[in-house]
């Protein structure tokens, strides 16, 4: 039995402001991870998004820890992870690690069964010549959902039930989540995360959630 | 019992099913190596019609004072999208599942036919057919990648079976709340019971099995408005028949609804 005091704060408190799509796309680049040079990106550049290439030769998940947003291939990327799934590999590896992150996953294979399931972690699916419409919806999607800090937790929220921690746990990170968005202070959750009696690697996802993710939400609300 | 009979029989199947195993392991190795090439072709495929699509918005945009210039990158461009629809045609026929991760794009019915007509234009006007695009249409769907391929296929069949110097109408309108249209063109006769059977792949009516086609345009029309959740008929407007160069034709139309 536990006694709590106090009246918990509502989730549904916070992320409630209308995103400013023209400022998301100004602030918040978006990284390729392709073996080739990316097609739509000068349609893209011209239609105000930030797209920044990283290639194809990823060795840790580390480096896309600034980047909100994912855009990656399929063939000939991350082989540094050898799987022979290559990008689709890389996919879930980045998911794993970074659940809140949008992630789009592009292919000349569409249609193949195994690359679809190994996909299956994936935000969105798309192939190779997409027209630059669906590229334009699917990436103002993403902006829409990274730049909402209630949206993030909630990707956050669920890969933290699926890796088994408490309910009551993860009640109270969402309290600390909630405070750290209301004083606009990333560390409130930090602190709270490593103060919390939960596994490494639960504690570790909500660590880098807070130094990345919330840190750039708080930071672009504070107008920096 | 006759064991020597019974012994050269099981001999004999054996060497049967030893022969049915290595024809089966040789299909299946067969079978992996097309689809490494299929999986190959389709990946390039797609690459360059990427690349194609890029080089032609370019080209559009930077020739958007040159009238004649700009339409010929603007119809290389539709092509190039045609390709991509096609493409992803292709995915749903292969995996039914694709379909899923296909974007819809909220779209104008008029601007889609509209652009068929003009990847048609040359086709068209090598045959002396006019396509004219009739009544106006605000519509707009949820347009799958995929749905591009309707208004081509069926302003290409218009063209393809009309005699020359012929009008290909599409027109828009409105009815009881619902989006109508109709493309109305002069192509082979077809009877009643033909007409039953026109959307099934590879099927041809008589009158037109002399002409060059191999019967897929409705058939992946039909399928395509399945995947949009849109009804098509075909229908032929009877005492408008006539025969020429010995083949009976009448008015042809397809009434899509949407």
Not at chain 1, 27 to 42: G, H, Q, R, S, T
Not at chain 1, 146 to 158: E, G, K, T, V
Not at chain 2, 180 to 197: A, C, F, M
């Amino acid at each position: 039995m536990f006694i709590q005091i106090g009246t918990p704060e509502r989730l549904s408190s916070i992320g409630q402001e209308k995103i400013d799509l023209k400022e998301a796309k100004a602030k918040i680049e978006i990284a390729v991870l392709d073996d080739n040079a990316f097609a739509p990106k000068e349609s893209l550049v011209n239609h105000n998004f930030r797209i920044r290439e990283l290639g194809p030769d990823i060795r840790s998940t580390e480096i896309i820890a600034p980047y909100p947003i994912i855009i990656c291939d399929v063939r000939g990327v991350g082989k540094a992870f050898g799987s022979p799934l290559e990008g689709a590999h890389l996919v879930s590896e980045i998911r794993k690690d970074y659940p809140d992150k949008y992630i789009i996953s592009y292919t000349g294979e569409t249609y193949s069964l195994p690359i679809t399931n190994a996909l299956a972690s994936a935000d969105k699916r798309l192939a190779k010549d997409d027209s630059l419409d669906v590229w334009i919806k699917t990436l103002e999607t993403g902006l829409n959902e990274i730049s909402n800090p209630r949206n993030r937790w909630i990707r956050l929220r669920a890969a933290l039930l699926l890796r088994g921690v408490e309910l009551h746990n993860v009640f109270n990170l969402e309290q600390a989540l909630i405070k750290s968005v209301r004083e606009k202070k990333p560390d409130i959750l930090e602190k709270k995360a490593m103060s919390s009696s939960i596994s490494a690697e639960a504690k570790d996802l909500v660590v880098k959630f807070s130094a990345t993710a919330l840190a750039a939400l708080i930071g672009s609300a504070l107008g920096i | 019992m006759r064991y020597d009979k019974q012994n050269k029989k099981i001999l004999e199947l054996s060497g049967k099913l030893a022969l049915l195993e290595r024809q089966n392991a040789e299909l299946k190795a067969e079978a992996e190596t097309t689809k490494e090439i299929l999986n190959n072709t389709l990946h390039e495929i797609r690459r360059f019609s990427a690349q194609l699509s890029k080089f032609c918005e370019k080209l559009s945009r930077d020739t958007s004072g040159q009238t004649n210039l700009n339409q010929t990158a603007l119809s290389v461009f539709y092509t190039a999208g045609m390709i991509s629809s096609r493409l992803a045609y292709t995915d749903i026929e292969l995996n039914p599942r694709a379909i899923e991760s296909q974007t819809p794009i909220r779209s104008g019915i008029f601007k889609k036919f509209d652009k068929a007509k003009r990847i048609l234009t040359e086709e068209a006007k090598n045959k002396g057919v006019n396509v004219n695009l009739v009544g106006e249409s605000r519509t707009e769907i949820e347009a799958l990648p995929v749905f591009e391929l309707l208004p081509f296929v069926i302003i290409e069949n218009a063209i393809k079976y009309s005699p020359p110097n012929q009008v290909v109408e599409i027109i828009f309108e409105n009815y009881s709340g619902k989006q109508l249209v109709t493309i109305k063109s002069q192509g082979p006769d077809v009877t009643k019971d033909e007409l039953q059977r026109i959307f099934e792949k590879g099927f041809r009516g008589a009158s037109a099995r002399t002409m060059p086609g191999e019967g897929l345009g409705l058939f992946l029309a039909k399928r395509v408005c399945e995947f949009q959740g849109i009804s098509i008929c075909a229908e032929v407007r009877d005492g408008r028949n006539y025969t020429l160069n010995g083949i009976r034709y009448c008015e042809f139309l397809i009434i899509i609804k949407f």
